[in-house]
């Protein structure tokens, strides 16, 4: 019976770890929430990310059964598991690329502010791992209330004093996942053939779908507009009802998540043009944070792109975005601040 705990593997892991170590191209990524409903998927899916030669596996429960079961893919990637707080710096020991799918999920009822108590101290754990293993890696929070959880990562590498702005990114690629779906249904197009920046933040009216500026260039009635940007803004809570308790989406999330690493990926790299939507440091706004396009390089979001010009329609939800958010980073940068 061999198991990666099994000292007969030794030889088999040696080689694996030599082919790691060899050279062999690739990133080194580290997965921290890696058993949970969004991380075992897009643990799966990374480990089928050809850009990816080392996969690192951590949560608090079940990291080894995780580990075993996505070693055995005949894909690239080494994988190696890490169970528990005491093992954190060395799943982040060397890391090129973290994600963090780690924290509660909503239920029926709840907002995704509800979340901040619990949540809020598992990211700043998670952060504080990341400035003693990898201060230089490239982070995507998927954790939610990423309007809250953003800030709140910043404050703790700023307090490290290893603070790069362009390295710290919110995840909000679910959003433009929705929104290409959801419009392309309106316009009877295939989704792969639509883009739909959305930008601002991601939680209710905070999510702001730029409808004005689709590709191909299409127009909508006020009743489609109004349709879409409330579809779009309450795609989370539609699952979230959908599961009825048990839990928020897990699948498209996982989709969307290696949609916007394998694009990080691709930017450190080297690769000319990626841009996705991703909430960042910004000056795009009054805000210190805002979701926006991005140009992915080897820095990370090397450019932050405004906002382009906007309908009435979309300025009015551009103000209302901008009130909630306000809150939410300042609640974020508060909870390390006190
Ligand atoms: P889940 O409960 O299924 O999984 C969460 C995992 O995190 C669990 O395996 C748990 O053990 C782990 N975890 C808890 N504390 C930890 C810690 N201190 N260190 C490491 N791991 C820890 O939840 P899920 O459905 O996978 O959702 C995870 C988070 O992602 C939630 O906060 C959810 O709201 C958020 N989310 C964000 C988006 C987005 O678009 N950004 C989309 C969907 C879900
Ligand atoms: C989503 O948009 O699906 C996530 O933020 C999870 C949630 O709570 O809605």
Redesign the pocket.
């Known amino acids: 019976h061999l198991h990666p705990s099994n000292p007969q593997m030794a030889p088999m892991l040696k080689a694996a770890e030599c082919r790691a170590k060899g050279g062999a191209p690739g990133f080194k990524v580290a997965i921290l929430g890696a058993a949970g409903g969004i991380g075992q998927p897009l643990s799966m899916l990374m480990k089928m990310n050809p850009l990816v030669s080392v996969l690192h596996l951590y949560d608090v429960v079940n990291a080894p059964g995780v580990t075993a079961d996505i070693s055995h893919m005949d894909t690239g990637a080494v994988v190696r598991g890490f169970l528990g707080q005491g093992q954190l710096e060395s799943a982040l020991e060397g890391m090129d690329l973290v994600i963090i799918p780690a924290g509660v999920?909503?239920k029926p009822g709840?907002t995704?502010d509800d979340?901040f108590n619990i949540n809020a101290g598992i990211v700043r754990t998670l952060c504080q791992g990341i400035v003693k293993s990898c201060p230089n890696a490239v982070v995507n929070l998927i954790s939610?209330p990423?309007n809250s959880t953003v800030p709140i990562a910043a404050e703790v590498f700023k307090n490290a004093g290893i603070y790069d702005p362009k390295k710290l990114l919110g995840v909000t690629m679910?959003?433009v996942v929705r929104a290409n779906t959801f419009v392309a249904e309106v316009l009877g197009l295939d989704p792969r053939e639509v883009s739909v920046p959305v930008v601002g933040g991601?939680?209710g009216v905070t999510i702001l779908p730029l409808l004005s500026q689709v590709k191909p260039p299409c127009s909508f009635t006020p009743e489609e507009t109004e349709y879409l940007t409330k579809r779009i803004q309450d795609?989370?809570?539609e699952?979230?009802q959908a599961k009825a308790g048990a839990g928020?989406?897990t699948l498209?999330?996982a989709y969307a998540a290696v949609k916007f690493a394998d694009a990080c990926l691709r930017g450190l790299r080297g690769d000319a043009g990626i841009v996705e939507c991703a909430f960042v440091a910004s000056q795009v706004t009054d805000l210190p944070f805002f979701a926006s396009k991005v140009r992915l390089g080897r820095g990370g979001a090397e450019e932050v792109y405004q906002l382009g010009p906007l309908n009435e329609y979309e300025r009015v939800g551009l103000e209302k975005a901008k009130k909630e958010l306000a809150v939410s980073i300042q609640k974020g940068v508060s909870f390390i601040k006190k």
């Open positions: 999920p909503r709840m995704r979340l939610n990423v679910l959003d991601h939680a795609g989370g809570t699952v979230v928020s989406a498209s999330m």
